[in-house]
């Protein structure tokens, strides 16, 4: 038995009758392991995260793949064994064959991303995955979490928010994962999209306020771009109420947003809350007394022994 999955099953057998918290792994489980490839995706169920998060692009022959950048990273591709030279091309500009001849197998250890994730493990090999093939290796009891990646200031890079909420609905549908799947997105466009064209799927408004991306823009005068048309202003300058009025069953902040109060609001609205990108086993610990619903990590290893401490069980 692996190491991995040792640590899973201790810590199974310390849970006894916990209750239930949403545990998602971030790309899979990106701290660990080659982030949005299969792999990846294994270590974290090995590891028993309840819900696998990931992101969304799509082909030029409109093939829904799984990757966090509209174009190729050149951090996590190669060609022929080479780290490419600089970002590009865009993935929407690729078809699926031409795609599948990159490695996204590692991160390069010599950039600023790869020296973020010393414990990541390679996996050399590894491909752009399908969001079909991606389903038929998660298996049939395993909850999803996929974002479509789009940004309204670049349109030229994705297709437009309805097409691409269609593309990703009729992947959904066809691997009968419907009752299992969360669609989210910063780019409230998709999840307004997915709500007229799929109503009985859950959506999750993703949130960030912060100085290094703000998309909520409270202080800039004019409507946000990424908050699908809804004014912020007329729902009180509640990020909660703003999520409640775009359909949508969770709310998903940045975790430096999360605040004892806007976690009342918003599950007192209905909404589940889930904060992303929670690393630190200190901050996990905090925002699950914040009464958080689940949480999104690069380190589903790290939030297990937090979890079982506090009689919760990803779930």
Same mark, same amino acid.
């Given at each position: 038995?692996?190491?991995?999955?040792?640590?899973?099953?201790?810590?199974?057998?310390?849970?006894?009758?916990?209750?239930?918290?949403?545990?998602?792994?971030?790309?899979? &489980?990106?701290?660990?392991?080659?982030?949005?490839?299969?792999?990846?995706?294994? *270590?974290?169920?090995?590891?028993?995260?309840?819900?696998?998060?990931?992101?969304?692009?799509?082909?030029?022959?409109?093939?829904?793949?799984?990757?966090?950048? %509209?174009?190729?990273?050149? !951090?996590? =591709?190669?060609?022929?064994?080479?780290?490419?030279?600089?970002?590009?091309?865009?993935?929407?500009?690729?078809?699926?064959?031409?795609?599948?001849?990159?490695?996204?197998?590692?991160?390069? %250890? &010599?950039?600023?991303?790869?020296?973020?994730?010393?414990?990541?493990? $390679?996996? !050399?090999?590894?491909?752009? %995955?399908?969001?079909?093939?991606?389903?038929?290796?998660?298996?049939?009891? *395993?909850?999803?979490?996929?974002?479509?990646?789009?940004?309204?200031?670049?349109?030229?890079? =994705?297709?437009?928010?309805?097409?691409?909420?269609?593309? *990703?609905?009729?992947?959904?549908?066809?691997?009968?994962?419907?009752?299992? =799947?969360?669609?989210?997105?910063? !780019?409230?466009?998709?999840?307004?999209?997915?709500?007229?064209?799929?109503?009985?799927?859950?959506?999750?408004?993703?949130?960030?306020?912060?100085?290094?991306?703000?998309?909520?823009?409270?202080?800039?005068?004019?409507?946000?771009?990424?908050?699908?048309?809804?004014?912020? &202003?007329?729902?009180?300058?509640?990020?909660?109420?703003?999520?409640?009025?775009?359909?949508?069953?969770?709310?998903?902040?940045?975790?430096?947003?999360?605040?004892?109060?806007?976690?009342?609001?918003?599950? &007192?609205?209905?909404?589940?809350?889930?904060?992303?990108?929670?690393?630190?086993?200190? !901050?996990?610990?905090?925002?699950?007394?914040?009464? *958080?619903?689940?949480?999104? =990590?690069?380190? $589903?290893?790290?939030?297990?022994?937090?979890?079982?401490?506090?009689?919760?069980? %990803?779930?």
């Amino acid at each position: 038995m692996s190491r991995i999955a040792s640590l899973a099953c201790a810590i199974s057998a310390l849970s006894g009758a916990a209750h239930a918290f949403d545990l998602q792994g971030h790309r899979g &489980a990106r701290g660990l392991a080659p982030e949005n490839t299969l792999a990846g995706f294994r *270590v974290a169920l090995e590891l028993g995260v309840s819900t696998l998060e990931t992101d969304l692009a799509v082909t030029k022959d409109e093939v829904v793949v799984l990757s966090h950048d %509209p174009v190729l990273n050149p !951090d996590l =591709t190669r060609l022929d064994g080479q780290w490419l030279a600089a970002a590009g091309p865009p993935i929407r500009s690729q078809t699926l064959a031409e795609l599948k001849r990159y490695d996204i197998g590692r991160v390069n %250890p &010599a950039s600023k991303y790869g020296q973020q994730y010393p414990e990541q493990k $390679p996996a !050399d090999g590894e491909r752009f %995955p399908t969001l079909a093939e991606f389903f038929a290796m998660a298996g049939p009891r *395993v909850r999803f979490n996929i974002e479509i990646k789009s940004d309204p200031n670049k349109p030229d890079l =994705t297709l437009p928010p309805d097409r691409f909420a269609a593309l *990703v609905i009729d992947g959904i549908r066809a691997a009968k994962a419907v009752e299992r =799947t969360t669609l989210q997105s910063f !780019d409230w466009r998709g999840l307004i999209a997915a709500r007229r064209l799929a109503p009985e799927l859950a959506t999750a408004c993703l949130s960030i306020e912060s100085g290094g991306f703000d998309m909520v823009g409270r202080n800039s005068g004019r409507p946000s771009p990424w908050l699908g048309g809804l004014d912020l &202003a007329a729902h009180g300058g509640s990020l909660p109420r703003l999520a409640k009025a775009a359909g949508c069953a969770v709310w998903s902040p940045f975790w430096r947003n999360v605040t004892a109060e806007n976690v009342k609001e918003a599950q &007192a609205l209905g909404l589940k809350v889930i904060p992303w990108t929670v690393n630190n086993p200190a !901050d996990m610990d905090r925002l699950i007394d914040l009464g *958080v619903d689940g949480l999104i =990590t690069d380190y $589903p290893d790290r939030a297990r022994p937090v979890l079982a401490a506090k009689n919760l069980k %990803p779930s």
